[in-house]
């Protein structure tokens, strides 16, 4: 499936999928942000659905759903330094 991402409401945990344990814990904040947390796992073999049950039963979060532009610009910031891959937010 390629490289999924995760978010989580204020303070609780969130990540995505399987694999390594490599990315770290970006949480969105001043004006206009949700504060919510964002992860990045790099997961080449989960279906959408196992790659969200695992989310939230392994870490009490969700996959992401972006919101705003502002949201999609702090993610490509965050986690990928700019631009995220085109396979990175299919769905």
Same mark, same amino acid.
């Given at each position: 499936?390629? +490289? &999924?991402?995760?978010?989580?409401? =204020?303070?609780? &945990?969130?990540? =995505?999928? &399987?694999?390594? /344990?490599? /990315?770290?814990?970006?949480?969105? +904040?001043?004006?206009?942000a949700t504060g919510n947390?964002?992860?990045?796992? *790099?997961?080449? +073999?989960?279906?959408?659905?196992? /790659?969200?049950?695992? /989310?939230?039963? *392994?870490?009490?979060?969700?996959?992401a759903t972006i919101t705003?532009?502002?949201?999609?610009?702090f993610i490509a910031l965050? =986690?990928?330094?700019?631009? #995220? #891959?085109? *396979?990175?937010?299919?769905?």
């Open positions: 499936m390629g +490289t &999924a991402l995760t978010s989580v409401a =204020l303070g609780a &945990a969130l990540t =995505l999928a &399987a694999g390594a /344990a490599q /990315a770290t814990w970006m949480q969105w +904040t001043g004006p206009g947390w964002y992860r990045l796992v *790099e997961d080449q +073999t989960s279906s959408w659905s196992d /790659a969200r049950n695992r /989310a939230k039963v *392994e870490f009490g979060g969700d996959l705003s532009a502002d949201e999609q610009l965050a =986690l990928f330094g700019g631009s #995220p #891959p085109d *396979e990175t937010l299919r769905g």
